[in-house]
């Protein structure tokens, strides 16, 4: 069964620090990995999509990679600001899985001014 | 604007109480879904539905029902059954295997 785990589970930086959110899943077989952002209180919001024959995507001063072989994603926000802080959630939709998505606990992410 | 709405914000159930959470998507979606989220913890799967007039089962269906008689609605009933409904559902919309688009939730709680 596929297990997806994100560590750390909480992180707080200075502002225009750059930073890696790690998140790793048990089973390579997947069509896709994403990365979500929780606001307290709100719905997800979808960043960034890597396909399964991805290695990488960017959005902005955010770059996910994507090794599916040793079953690792990596979320790098560069010079962080005080309005990223939020959750982050990884996700991925195994093969054969009828297109449900499979989620981390995520990664509460504090940007100090 | 195209998106997902959610209603009601917060929620609250008498013991005993049958309660419908709506989900109303304008995305054009084939595929609705519906999640619990309990504090400090990721997203779990209730329901999902592919096309209308069919849902399966997630992984912690015990408790909820749920309907899809039109494409662009989901609701989801939290039943007596469900002995711990206390936590935030979440509903999500997409075509297959591209990215889910979620509203903005509802807060269950017990009176």
């Known amino acids: 069964k596929q297990e997806v785990t994100q560590i750390p589970a909480a992180l707080s930086v200075p502002e225009g620090e750059n930073l890696v959110l790690n998140c790793s899943f048990t089973?390579?077989?997947?069509?896709?990995l994403q990365w979500f952002r929780q606001d307290p209180g709100k719905g997800l919001t979808s960043l960034l999509l890597i396909q399964s024959s991805q290695r990488e995507q960017t959005s902005g001063r955010l770059n996910a990679s994507l090794d599916k072989s040793s079953g690792r994603s990596t979320l790098y926000i560069a010079a962080s600001q005080p309005g990223d802080s939020a959750t982050y959630l990884c996700a991925v939709i195994p093969v054969d899985s009828s297109y449900k998505l499979i989620f981390g606990s995520g990664t509460r992410l504090l940007v100090r001014p | 604007d195209g998106g997902i709405t959610q209603s009601p914000k917060y929620l609250f159930r008498k013991e005993g109480q049958n309660v419908t959470l709506s989900c109303e998507q304008n995305?054009?979606?084939?595929?609705m879904y519906w999640y619990r989220q309990d504090p400090g913890q990721g997203l779990r799967l209730i329901y999902y539905s592919q096309i209308v007039n069919d849902f399966q089962k997630g992984d912690i269906a015990e408790g909820y029902s749920v309907s899809r008689e039109k494409k662009e609605s989901f609701p989801l009933t939290v039943t007596s059954a469900q002995k711990n409904p206390t936590a935030f559902y979440l509903c999500a919309s997409s075509n297959l295997a591209q990215p889910q688009h979620f509203g903005d939730g509802t807060r269950l709680s017990i009176l």
């Open positions: 089973d390579s077989a997947i069509y896709n």
């Open positions: 995305l054009n979606h084939d595929a």
